[in-house]
């Protein structure tokens, strides 16, 4: 383990394994860093049957779910700024543009890095035109019905760096 978490926990080696588990539970209570730090450690040494699982479990899954979290954020913004750039034409600026840019490369980035997040792309894909159409609604004023029920997108267009709709 790390030095500093053994001076923080006062344990010395060899550690018994629930003891030492028991402590990293704790630690990861009170100084979350330093619990990334202890487990790291246990994992580069193999010692396995030390590990805080359920703490390390639930931050996985959120690792995993941070990434889907901020694929759907990235998504409605692009979504958001291709319905304001086709329903006000005469308001367009190139913030809208650079912006829509900006978040088809986080999302292009993403994809690189996690192919499987295209499945939730297009698993979230409606859902994400639902809660654009209502940002859009606020942000332009126009009604609701002034934007389609169902996005006049492809998810296609809408990763594509050279669509703009007209």
């Known amino acids: 383990m790390t030095q500093a ?3 923080t926990q006062d344990i010395h080696e060899p550690a018994i394994a629930s003891s030492s588990r028991n402590s990293l539970t704790a630690l990861y209570e009170c100084d979350f860093n330093l619990w990334v730090e202890a487990t790291a450690q246990l994992l580069r ?3 396995l049957a ?5 703490n390390l479990l639930e931050e996985v899954e959120s690792m995993g779910n941070s990434d889907k979290h901020a694929l ?3 998504l409605v913004v692009v ?3 291709l319905l304001k750039w086709q329903y006000q034409p005469n308001k367009r600026t190139r913030s809208w543009e650079k912006s829509i840019a ?3 490369r986080r999302l292009d980035e993403r994809f690189e890095a996690s192919p499987s997040l295209k499945g939730h792309y ?3 894909f409606d859902k994400c035109y639902r809660n654009a159409r209502k940002q859009a609604k606020i942000e332009t004023r ?3 019905a002034h934007f389609p029920e169902i996005c006049p997108f492809t998810s296609e267009q809408v990763l594509d760096e050279e669509f703009l709709p007209e």
């Open 79 to 81: 979504l958001l700024h």
């Open 50 to 54: 030390e590990l805080d699982v359920v």
């Open 5 to 7: 978490y053994l001076e």
């Open 102 to 104: 900006e978040h088809r």
């Open 45 to 47: 040494e193999g010692r």
């Open 122 to 124: 297009l698993q979230v």
């Open 72 to 74: 759907s954020s990235d």
């Open 142 to 144: 126009l009604p609701l």
